[in-house]
T-cell receptor, first 116, second 113 residues
Framework: DVKVTQSSRYLVKRTGEKVFLECVQD?????MFWYRQDPGLGLRLIYF???????EKGDIPEGYSVSREKKERFSLILESASTNQTSMYLC???????????????FGQGTRLTVV | GQSLEQPSEVTAVEGAIVQINCTYQ??????LSWYQQHDGGAPTFLSY????GLEETGRFSSFLSRSDSYGYLLLQELQMKDSASYFC??????????????FGKGTTLSVSS
């Protein structure tokens, strides 16, 4: 069974803390993604990585950074957590199948982060 | 950039047929995908259309018209367990040659008995 595992299901952090969200996939996928999901806004792409040590900003990268030192692991970092970063964070991975490939993305169960 | 429009909510009764539409604007198009997400769960892949036409998978079908920048997800013989959010998604050409998936805001489907 393919798996994307996020380290925490629920997390409560204080404003100003540095927060690490971890994601591991066991499918040897080249591509990994971080999204945040908020009611009425759908899934918005924060950052993604298409190879080890390679990363690219998504649509809402401000206040976040990422790290991908190993192929299977992709970390999302909140440099200084703020209350507006309270959200559900979803990690996903997907194989590289060319421009017209329709291969599915596999998602983790999500981390619900509350910043107080 | 990319934008996808889909209705925010749809309601239907068990046994009915429902269609969820998605219109998109993209700088380059590599196909339309659909995902389902139950409350508290992770999004899961339903279908992909790379070319015009209808793709059928059991009770679910997905259609694409590239000339109209339009697609839909058709759910037949609705069951209570189909109550979920449904997202359309496109590959995003503006990021690393279309690697990233960009999602619509989602359609919440409520099925009643």
């Amino acid at each position: 069974d393919v798996k994307v595992t996020q380290s925490s299901r629920y997390l409560v952090k204080r404003t100003g803390e540095k927060v690490f969200l971890e994601c591991v996939q066991d499918m040897d996928h080249e591509n990994m993604f971080w999204y945040r999901q908020d009611p009425g806004l759908g899934l918005r792409l924060i950052y993604f990585s298409y190879d080890v040590k390679m990363k690219e900003k998504g649509d809402i990268p401000e206040g976040y950074s990422v790290s991908r030192e190993k192929k299977e692991r992709f970390s999302l970092i909140l440099e200084s957590a703020s209350t507006n970063q309270t959200s559900m964070y979803l990690c996903a991975s997907r194989t590289e199948d060319g421009l017209f490939g329709g291969t599915e993305a596999f998602f983790g169960q999500g981390t619900r982060l509350t910043v107080v | 950039g990319q934008s996808l429009e889909q209705p925010s909510e749809v309601t239907a009764v068990e046994g009915a047929i429902v269609q969820i539409n998605c219109t998109y604007q993209t700088s380059g198009f590599y196909g339309l995908s659909w995902y389902q997400q139950h409350d508290g769960g992770a999004p899961t892949f339903l279908s992909y259309n790379g070319l015009d036409g209808l793709e059928e998978t059991g009770r679910f079908s997905s259609f694409l018209s590239r000339s109209d920048s339009y697609g839909y997800l058709l759910l037949q013989e609705l069951q209570m367990k189909d109550s979920a959010s449904y997202f359309c998604a496109v590959r995003d050409r503006s990021h690393q040659a279309g690697t990233a998936l960009i999602f619509g805001k989602g359609t919440t489907l409520s099925v009643s008995s």
